[in-house]
């Protein structure tokens, strides 16, 4: 290539992976299958299937703890890393627990509004941070607190959910019942999504540890 060429340089993506990236990577992992568990329990209707799904999330919440943990101890934080994190959060603490409500019996019209919703929060909530980061940041250059409640909190919806499940209050005998509000139906279970995601959309300054 000629001093001249105008092309980018070439580079290997898998090189450019850190360890911090690989165990987000695994974040990201822990949610999709989460989600296909849930596809494999609607098809099969073994409990074992939808166990499975509900323990990956707090897996996933663990790497994404790790990931930061290793970053700092490595040096070795970037953009690469940061939009990686982002992006596994999504399935991970938005996708995923939205796919299992939906899988548990908030199927109705208005319950996959209110699910669609909760998941445009948390990507909301995730690129609200991306850009403010900077800005939030102290002296020191790292983020003071965080700006409405971050995505892992919808951990303590799934948690609720599981107990549910558990319980055997789902599907037909889901807690809180059902409305039918014009044409459509709603649990008011899924409501407490509605509310995770509005925290997260929030101004609720929460301190950063």
């Known amino acids: ?30 949610g999709v299958v989460s ?17 499975t799904a509900f323990f990956l999330l ?17 040096n070795s934080g970037s953009r690469l890393g940061g939009d990686l994190d982002s992006l596994a959060d999504t399935i991970s603490f938005g996708v995923a627990p939205a796919v299992l409500a939906y899988t548990l019996g908030m199927n109705g019209a208005w319950d996959a509004a209110i699910l669609v919703f909760f998941v445009l929060c948390g990507i909301a909530r995730l690129a609200r941070f991306n850009v403010t980061a900077d800005e939030l940041a102290g002296p020191t250059g790292k983020v003071k607190y965080f700006e409405g409640t971050p995505i892992p909190t919808s951990l303590a919806v799934v948690l609720v959910l599981g107990i549910a499940f558990w319980m055997d209050a789902v599907h037909a005998d889901l807690w809180l019942g059902e409305l039918r ?24 300054r929460i301190p950063k540890p």
């Open 35 to 51: 989600i296909f568990l849930c596809l494999q329990y609607l098809a099969d209707d073994e409990r074992r299937f939808l166990w």
């Open 181 to 204: 509000l014009g044409p459509w139906l709603l649990h008011p279970f899924v409501l407490l999504y509605g509310v995770s995601g509005s925290l997260m959309i929030s101004t609720i």
């Open 58 to 74: 707090p897996t996933a919440f663990v790497l994404d703890a790790a990931d930061g943990w290793v970053a700092r101890k490595t």
């Open 1 to 30: 290539m000629s001093d001249q060429d105008p092309r980018p340089p070439r580079f290997s993506m898998i090189r450019e992976f850190s360890l911090a990236d690989l165990i987000t990577l695994g974040n990201g992992a822990c």
